[in-house]
T-cell receptor, first 116, second 110 residues
Framework: SQTIHQWPATLVQPVGSPLSLECTVE??????LYWYRQAAGRGLQLLFY??????ISSEVPQNLSASRPQDRQFILSSKKLLLSDSGFYLC???????????????FGQGTRLTVV | TQLLEQSPQFLSIQEGENLTVYCNSS?????LQWYRQEPGEGPVFLVT?????EVKKLKRLTFQFGDARKDSSLHITAAQTGDTGLYLC??????????FGKGTRLSVIA
């Protein structure tokens, strides 16, 4: 069966510090991978998505970047965190045959990031 | 830009009551998905509807896709405290990532 792991669960970082959130998927190959941010129990804002190794699409230009160094690994990074980067970050995957996106998405447990 | 509007934003009901929440858009979607999210966790997939007018049932939850594939509704019969959570709809267009609504936060009180 497929599983998705996202860590850490919570993170408190000072303003100006770097960030690295990692997400890995097991039990599937060539998935579509996504990073979302969710504000205070509300909807999901898509930050980045990837259809393959090294292929990153950015939906919202901001202080963050993403990388996909391996097929089932997705990393969210920042060189210098801002207070506004605080939020609940979610990694997700979906079956990605032929660049199709509307199959069901499977989410990780999320990372609660607080920038202080 | 495709947008999904969910209503109501918040809903608080007594256990045993029925409720309906809505997901509306001015855009046509090839599919509509529903998710439920509990605090501190990621959303969990519930159902996909793909055909205009389609109705799907998941125990006490009934999902309907509008005839024009622009809107969807979720009806819960005899709500239970375990139904409490944030209900998110997401529209699929095939070759672009899912578009999520902002959700309806449901609180079922014993």
């Amino acid at each position: 069966s497929q599983t998705i792991h996202q860590w850490p669960a919570t993170l408190v970082q000072p303003v100006g510090s770097p960030l690295s959130l990692e997400c890995t998927v097991e039990g599937t190959s060539n998935p579509n991978l996504y990073w979302y941010r969710q504000a205070a129990g509300r909807g999901l804002q898509l930050l980045f998505y990837s259809v393959g190794i090294g292929q990153i699409s950015s939906e919202v230009p901001q202080n963050l970047s993403a990388s996909r160094p391996q097929d089932r690994q997705f990393i969210l990074s920042s060189k210098k965190l801002l207070l506004s980067d605080s939020g609940f970050y979610l990694c997700a995957w979906s079956a990605g045959t032929g660049g199709v996106f509307d199959t069901e998405a499977f989410f990780g447990q999320g990372t609660r990031l607080t920038v202080v | 830009t495709q947008l999904l509007e969910q209503s109501p934003q918040f809903l608080s009901i007594q256990e045993g009551e029925n409720l309906t929440v809505y997901c509306n858009s001015s855009s046509v979607f090839s599919s509509l998905q529903w998710y439920r999210q509990e605090p501190g966790e990621g959303p969990v997939f519930l159902v996909t509807v793909v055909t205009g007018g389609e109705v799907k049932k998941l125990k006490r939850l009934t999902f309907q896709f509008g005839d024009a594939r622009k809107d969807s509704s979720l009806h819960i019969t005899a709500a239970q405290t375990g139904d409490t959570g944030l209900y998110l709809c997401a529209g699929g267009s095939g070759n672009t990532p899912l578009v999520f609504g902002k959700g309806t936060r449901l609180s079922v009180i014993a």
